[in-house]
T-cell receptor, first 113, second 111 residues
Framework: GALVYQYPRRTICKSGTSMRMECQAV??????VAWYRQSPQKTFELIAL?????????EQNFTQEKFPISHPNLSFSSMTVLNAYLEDRGLYLC?????????FGPGTRLTVL | GEKVEQHESTLSVREGDSAVINCTYT??????FPWYKQEAGKSLHFVID?????DRKQSQRLIVLLDKKAKRFSLHITATQPEDSAIYFC??????????FGKGTSLTVIP
């Protein structure tokens, strides 16, 4: 079946430091990969979308300078939160899409001290 | 871009009653409308979806209705059970692009 793995599941970093999270799609050909953030008490905001043969597209309020994404192939994606501060805490979800369906990973929960 | 409004932020129903969660969207190009459930401290779990070529879909106790004219879709959970308690998110997509999520509805089913 189609599965999306994310690593790590939880992480804690000190304010001003950076942390990297990974996403892997298994069992299907992902045509796009999207990263979302759910801040405390909020909904899921799209950070960036990466599609086959296209550059990574960042949503308003999110930049490549702050959330650089590495995408060597559509089965694997990693995103770094650079210079993390309190407002960056939350659940980071990776969604890998094939056709209409989007499969979500379990998320990486980031705590910033 | 697309804006998805989820009208009920909280909803309480008695066990066995029906729960209805309503969402509206703005982009007429949206054609795919999934629903997800999030339990405390966990990730998103797919519940049911509907595409724009139909106006109703049912899966066991779940019914999704779509009114393209009004740009409105809704999730109906019939014969609710305590384990249905969770936060439900609606989303809209133009088919092959990213999803836009509503703000979530916290559903409590009272035994």
């Amino acid at each position: 079946g189609a599965l999306v793995y994310q690593y790590p599941r939880r992480t804690i970093c000190k304010s001003g430091t950076s942390m990297r999270m990974e996403c892997q799609a298994v069992g299907f050909q992902a045509t796009s990969v999207a990263w979302y953030r759910q801040s405390p008490q909020k909904t899921f905001e799209l950070i960036a979308l990466s599609t086959v043969n296209s550059a990574i597209k960042y949503e308003q309020n999110f930049t490549q300078e702050k959330f650089p994404i590495s995408h060597p192939n559509l089965s694997f994606s990693s995103m770094t939160v650079l210079n993390a501060y309190l407002e960056d805490r939350g659940l980071y979800l990776c969604g890998a899409r094939t056709g209409y369906e989007q499969y979500f990973g379990p998320g990486t929960r980031l705590t910033v001290l | 871009g697309e804006k998805v409004e989820q009208h009920e932020s909280t909803l309480s129903v008695r066990e066995g009653d029906s729960a209805v969660i309503n969402c509206t969207y703005t982009d007429t190009a949206s054609s795919y409308f999934p629903w997800y459930k999030q339990e405390a401290g966990k990730s998103l779990h797919f519940v049911i979806d509907i595409r724009s070529n139909v106006d109703r879909k049912q899966s066991q106790r779940l019914i999704v209705l779509l009114d393209k004219k009004a740009k409105r879709f809704s999730l109906h959970i019939t014969a609710t059970q305590p384990e249905d308690s969770a936060i439900y998110f609606c989303a809209a997509s133009t088919g092959y692009q990213n999803f836009y999520f509503g703000k979530g509805t916290s559903l409590t089913v009272i035994p």
